[in-house]
């Protein structure tokens, strides 16, 4: 017979299913994995550590309530809920409900990052976005971790809506390239 | 792939969440139409993750671990949400079926080599040796049929565990491996089935991808013959197999 083996080593796609059946322990397993990236987002976005609290929360429990909502065919988990942190929060800074059917974000990660190579992949990261010419890094973070629409950004930099929405694309090419993409 | 350039700017847009109104529904329309690019949207929303990942590092204080679990513990009981499983698994009859499945091929086997040197003294057994590939054939059809309907028996409401099992037999190399409620895996991943030898290194045991319903067989692989098994175990691998395990096993075989 061949059974699962200790599910500290489950992958998240089994942690999943598990959660499916209501096993708390392995919510904890997952929550330990991934609830840095989760509330890094959160932070990184709200500037408050109480709100990015709230956003772990409410993240994870959506997690337990619907743990279907991830479908792990159709990408990564950490990237998925990198994503749908973002997108949560700038929904709570925006103060507004959430827009994004969260079910529907498929997230393309390629390599799927974890465990010794996790820090070594976010050095590159960093790297890459250091390397970018400062108005594309600064329209994409305005773009990403401030929620501002590409008009909003053109009206704050005063430079064309064409510019911006170029730049934002090969900002994101450029982190694409990281992993030879 | 070819991403229609139109689009390019705007998707990268769509998924920043900064499209509204007429501009973001003409995406949505044209991603309804052009699977490129859906593929394109998800890989734009891959190197956002990436953005998002460059702000790693803080850790939440452990009082939030605590407010979720005093939360899920104030959480209805999941028990009621568990359905019995819709698609089952393998009966006991199906069991024996595999079972005398990989009798049937050891016999089989055996004749083969037996009647190659008598094929000419014993012309009629041929016949028989046909049927009876035929019936092995029709037996793993059934087996691996997608519209064959399997069941799963659990005790009282305990959910169906990812699982599989490994049926060898050292003499001839005969091997059939069933798994079942195996999660599925993105397109680009596959599982591989390993030997693991009493001495050496795992010898690759055949890849396979459940169905929907996350079963899977595995049915006489090419592997070497008269290798003692420690045991099986499952990683997962690049859709094309590997030679060697490059991940951990998710599933390792106990002795029965």
Partial sequence: MVRAVSKANWSDAELLWAIRSGD???????????????????????????????????????????PKVFDATRGSLPGWLAVITRNRAIDSLRKRRPETDISSVIVSVEPDLSGAEWGHA???????????????????EMSFFQGLTHNEIAQKTGEPLGTIKTRIRAGLMALRKVFGQ | MSVHEQFADDLSLYALGALQGEERSAVERHLEECPDCRHELARLQG??????????????????????????????????????????????????AAVAFVAVISLLLTQNSNMRRRVAEFQSNSMKQQQELLQAKQLIESLTAPDAVHFTLVAGKVPPQPQGKAIYVRKNGTLVFLASNMPVLPAEKIY??????????????GLFRPDAHGTAAVVKPAIPTGVEAKTFAITVEPSSGSSAPTTTPIMVGVGE
């Fill in chain 1, 24 to 66: 708390e322990p392995a919510m904890e397993h997952l929550y330990d994995r991934h609830s840095s990236i989760v509330y890094s987002v959160a932070l990184r976005v709200l500037g408050d550590t109480g709100s990015a609290e709230d956003i772990v929360q409410e993240v994870f429990m959506q997690l337990w309530r619907n």
């Fill in chain 1, 122 to 140: 976010v050095e590159k990261i960093r790297g890459a976005l250091g390397s970018m010419p400062p108005q594309q890094r600064s329209a994409l």
């Fill in chain 2, 47 to 96: 190197s956002l993750a990436l953005l998002a990942f460059s702000v790693t590092g803080s850790k939440p204080p452990a009082r939030s671990r605590e407010r979720l679990i005093t939360a899920i513990a104030k959480e209805p009981r999941r028990a009621h949400l568990i359905r019995p499983p819709r698609r089952a698994w393998w009966t006991v009859v199906e069991w024996v």
């Fill in chain 2, 192 to 205: 591989e089935l390993w030997l693991i030898p009493t001495s050496g290194a795992p010898i690759p045991a």
